[in-house]
């Protein structure tokens, strides 16, 4: 082998080497710059609320006035549930339930209890509703109530 072939050969494999070393550099530094991103993690929900994604209510309009009643089921019995509902000017109204829950308790047991609710508005027949929980909006099962029946009457059996 000549002496320029040698050359050439050995040339090449410093340039290769080289070449390595400057890949590897390029890639350490762009992992610093991930690194030093911050990361966009979901938020864990720490809320004890957060299973309550449908709120069921049995519907009664009766004079112009809708009155919805139902039960939430809560983890502790120290929970109160506090309701209102807020009639939106439109054609048809919107009307817009607010559920929160106030708890004062630092130390309550653990015993899921149902906190009943009703709920009235005045507004057309044709009204539409929605439901907002701690102020996430959830789904609303409305269910109509018989021919005859009256609030004060109400007793949830609702399955499923």
Same mark, same amino acid.
């Given at each position: 082998?000549?002496?320029?072939?040698? #050359?050439?050969?050995?040339?090449?494999?410093?340039?290769?080497?080289?070449?390595? !070393?400057?890949?590897? $550099? @390029? /890639?350490?530094?762009?992992?610093?710059?991930?690194?030093?991103?911050?990361?966009?993690?979901?938020?864990? +929900? #720490?809320?004890?609320?957060?299973?309550? /994604? &449908?709120?069921?209510? /049995? $519907?009664?309009?009766?004079?112009?006035? $809708? #009155?919805?009643? *139902?039960?939430?089921? !809560?983890?502790?019995?120290?929970? @109160?549930?506090?309701?209102?509902?807020?009639?939106?000017? +439109?054609?048809?109204?919107?009307? &817009?339930?607010?559920?929160?829950?106030?708890?004062?308790?630092?130390?309550?047991?653990?015993? =899921?209890?149902?906190? &009943?609710? /009703?709920?009235?508005?005045?507004?057309?027949?044709?009204?539409? !509703?929605?439901?907002?929980?701690?102020?996430?909006?959830?789904?609303?099962?409305?269910?109509?109530? &018989?021919?005859?029946?009256? =609030?004060?009457?109400?007793?949830? !059996?609702?399955? *499923?």
């Amino acid at each position: 082998m000549s002496q320029k072939s040698i #050359t050439l050969i050995i040339v090449l494999f410093v340039l290769l080497v080289l070449g390595m !070393f400057i890949f590897a $550099h @390029l /890639k350490s530094s762009e992992l610093e710059e991930v690194d030093l991103q911050p990361v966009q993690q979901e938020e864990v +929900s #720490t809320d004890k609320y957060s299973d309550i /994604k &449908r709120i069921d209510a /049995k $519907h009664y309009y009766i004079d112009g006035v $809708h #009155t919805l009643v *139902g039960e939430i089921n !809560f983890p502790t019995p120290c929970d @109160l549930l506090e309701t209102d509902s807020l009639v939106m000017e +439109s054609m048809p109204e919107q009307v &817009r339930l607010n559920f929160t829950v106030i708890n004062n308790s630092e130390d309550c047991q653990q015993v =899921p209890t149902a906190q &009943r609710f /009703k709920i009235e508005a005045t507004a057309s027949s044709l009204a539409e !509703f929605s439901a907002w929980f701690m102020g996430r909006e959830v789904e609303f099962n409305l269910i109509p109530a &018989r021919e005859g029946e009256l =609030p004060a009457e109400f007793e949830l !059996f609702i399955k *499923g």
